[in-house]
């Protein structure tokens, strides 16, 4: 049913009553969310090089023109970020490059690192010792690179996007939906509280993210480590000229995820990305990551929103705003002794998680 999941060993058993079920919600069906939340972050995008070469896509840039941040520029953006009051450190990659990218690996071969993995390790080092926790979304992972960062991170995350195979993500560089289901899988079964997401508008059908949704529900009833699920409309740019998806078919989507799913994950949509007021009655509980010191860089065209904006949708929808933590309060039990430490620690960082937590 999913292409590419028997290849990486995904077994998913998705009935045709489970997808006709999720077909037929309307925005009607769901209710609006008792609160909002959102997070403090400064997105940090490691480098631009990436295997993959999606049609809606401008992260990715080709061979020699492709940027590699340094441990210096890492630890400049954390530590404005830990000046403006902010809790999470957004590491994104391009997915791991492959071999045509020779001045990006000689360039981490001369800083010392064997892989992007390894840099990965030590960006989140410096984001530690700067005051903020790491969330790395390094796109697919194998379950031995996910483990080599795991007590590093408060949680992680990959956008699933769909489990469709689309002309978006064709050619010799294209996407694999089992390699996507797979990273999730091995984030279950690592116990890491895990973010992802599908994207709206790419070509896929309604059936598409039925199924999409469905797959992210099965793996977390296997291991329960799926705390957020992103809805996310692609959005016009240089390399995608197709409009964004209209509001109606957001508004169902949207509700389609919030009846799909159980209730303990969260169901955002970006605020810069999409009218958020207008949704918020189809069962939004989050409105991500928010930075005040960092853009969106991989929809640099579409600012995010002040922390006062996002106030006044939550007045306006009448409903508490509350900032949360990369992690998810019912998973502070599973991060490792390094994250929690850091939590716990009597620093200006630590207080700043614990009145996180407190609110």
């Given at each position: 049913m999913i292409p590419g999941a028997d290849r990486y060993g995904v077994e998913l058993d998705i009935s045709p009553t489970d997808i006709d079920d999720a077909l037929s919600v309307e925005p009607g069906d769901v209710s609006a969310a008792s609160e909002l939340s959102y997070a403090r972050n400064v997105f940090i995008p490691v480098t631009t090089a990436c295997k993959y070469n999606c049609g809606y896509c401008t992260y990715v840039d080709a061979p020699g023109e492709a940027s590699l941040l340094s441990p210096e520029e890492i630890r400049s953006i954390v530590?404005?970020?830990?000046?403006?009051?902010c809790t999470e450190a957004l590491f994104t990659f391009g997915d791991e490059p492959d071999g045509r990218y020779e001045a990006i690996y000689s360039q981490l071969s001369e800083w010392g690192y064997d892989?992007?993995?390894?840099?990965?390790?030590?960006?989140?080092?410096?984001?530690?010792e700067a005051g903020l926790l790491p969330?790395?979304?390094?796109?697919d992972q194998t379950a031995d690179q996910m483990a080599s960062i795991q007590d590093l991170n408060a949680s992680m995350g990959v956008m699933l996007e769909t489990t469709a195979e689309l002309p978006a993500h064709a050619g010799p560089r294209g996407k694999s939906?089992?390699?996507?289901?797979a990273t999730i899988r091995a984030a279950g079964e690592l116990s890491i509280p895990f973010t992802t997401g599908i994207l709206v508008g790419?070509?896929?059908?309604?059936?598409?993210?039925a199924i999409s949704l469905l797959a992210i529900r099965e793996l977390h009833a296997r291991y329960g480590h799926v705390q957020e699920v992103i809805v996310q409309p692609v959005s016009p740019n240089e390399r995608w000229s197709k409009p964004a998806p209209a509001l109606?078919?957001?508004r169902r989507a949207v509700s389609m995820a919030r009846a799909v799913l159980p209730a303990s994950i969260s169901v955002q949509v970006p605020p810069n990305l999409a009218p958020v007021e207008e949704l918020l009655d189809c069962g939004i509980d989050d409105l991500g990551g928010v930075s005040p010191v960092t853009s969106d860089h991989i929809n640099p065209d579409y600012a995010w929103p002040a922390v006062r904006e996002l106030?006044?949708?939550a007045v306006g929808a009448g409903v508490p705003l509350r900032e949360r933590l990369p992690v998810y309060r019912q998973y502070l039990e599973w991060v490792s002794p390094r994250i929690r430490d850091a939590i716990d620690a009597d620093t200006s960082a630590g207080a700043r998680y614990r009145s996180v937590l407190a609110d």
């Amino acid at each position: 049913m999913i292409p590419g999941a028997d290849r990486y060993g995904v077994e998913l058993d998705i009935s045709p009553t489970d997808i006709d079920d999720a077909l037929s919600v309307e925005p009607g069906d769901v209710s609006a969310a008792s609160e909002l939340s959102y997070a403090r972050n400064v997105f940090i995008p490691v480098t631009t090089a990436c295997k993959y070469n999606c049609g809606y896509c401008t992260y990715v840039d080709a061979p020699g023109e492709a940027s590699l941040l340094s441990p210096e520029e890492i630890r400049s953006i954390v530590e404005r970020g830990a000046r403006a009051g902010c809790t999470e450190a957004l590491f994104t990659f391009g997915d791991e490059p492959d071999g045509r990218y020779e001045a990006i690996y000689s360039q981490l071969s001369e800083w010392g690192y064997d892989s992007f993995h390894d840099y990965l390790a030590e960006a989140c080092e410096i984001a530690l010792e700067a005051g903020l926790l790491p969330h790395s979304n390094p796109g697919d992972q194998t379950a031995d690179q996910m483990a080599s960062i795991q007590d590093l991170n408060a949680s992680m995350g990959v956008m699933l996007e769909t489990t469709a195979e689309l002309p978006a993500h064709a050619g010799p560089r294209g996407k694999s939906p089992g390699q996507r289901l797979a990273t999730i899988r091995a984030a279950g079964e690592l116990s890491i509280p895990f973010t992802t997401g599908i994207l709206v508008g790419i070509g896929e059908s309604w059936r598409d993210r039925a199924i999409s949704l469905l797959a992210i529900r099965e793996l977390h009833a296997r291991y329960g480590h799926v705390q957020e699920v992103i809805v996310q409309p692609v959005s016009p740019n240089e390399r995608w000229s197709k409009p964004a998806p209209a509001l109606e078919i957001m508004r169902r989507a949207v509700s389609m995820a919030r009846a799909v799913l159980p209730a303990s994950i969260s169901v955002q949509v970006p605020p810069n990305l999409a009218p958020v007021e207008e949704l918020l009655d189809c069962g939004i509980d989050d409105l991500g990551g928010v930075s005040p010191v960092t853009s969106d860089h991989i929809n640099p065209d579409y600012a995010w929103p002040a922390v006062r904006e996002l106030e006044s949708i939550a007045v306006g929808a009448g409903v508490p705003l509350r900032e949360r933590l990369p992690v998810y309060r019912q998973y502070l039990e599973w991060v490792s002794p390094r994250i929690r430490d850091a939590i716990d620690a009597d620093t200006s960082a630590g207080a700043r998680y614990r009145s996180v937590l407190a609110d």
